[in-house]
Nanobody
C-alpha cells in the first residue's frame, strides 16, 4: 500500500487549507485512516483519524472544532480540512492507514509541509 499526501503550503494565521492523501495498492475501503503531524523539535502526534466506513472520527483536543477529517472511498482519498489555522499548527503532516482489524498504523505517506505564518 502506498500513500501520497499533498496540499500543504504556506497560509496566514486564521486561514484554511485542505490536505489530501491518496492510497494505492490495497483495499482502501477496509482501512482506518489517520493524520499525524510532527513539528520541528517535537514528537509526532496524532491529529485525527476516521474509521474505514467513515462513520467514526476522533480528533486531538488541540484541533477539535477547527479540523475535519473525511474520506471518499470511491477516490481512495482521505482529507483533512484545516480551518482557523494557528502558527502552532505548523508541521509536516503525514497520513497513515491500517486495516480495520489492526491496532497499529501500518502504512505511512511521505508527509506534506504546512506552514502557518503569524
Amino acid at each position: 500500500v502506498q500513500l501520497q499526501a499533498s496540499g500543504g503550503g504556506l497560509v496566514q494565521a486564521g486561514g484554511s487549507l485542505r490536505v489530501s492523501c491518496v492510497a494505492s495498492g490495497g483495499t482502501f475501503s477496509t482501512y482506518d485512516m489517520g493524520w499525524f503531524r510532527q513539528a520541528p523539535g517535537k514528537e509526532r502526534e496524532s491529529v485525527a483519524d476516521i474509521s474505514w466506513g467513515g462513520g467514526k472520527a476522533n480528533y486531538a483536543e488541540s484541533v477539535k472544532g477547527r479540523f475535519t477529517i473525511s474520506r471518499d472511498n470511491t477516490k481512495n482519498t482521505v482529507y483533512l480540512q484545516m480551518n482557523i489555522l494557528k502558527p502552532e499548527d505548523t508541521a509536516v503532516y503525514y497520513c497513515a492507514g491500517r486495516e480495520f482489524y489492526y491496532n497499529d498504523w501500518r502504512y505511512w505517506g511521505q508527509g506534506t509541509l504546512v506552514t502557518v505564518s503569524s
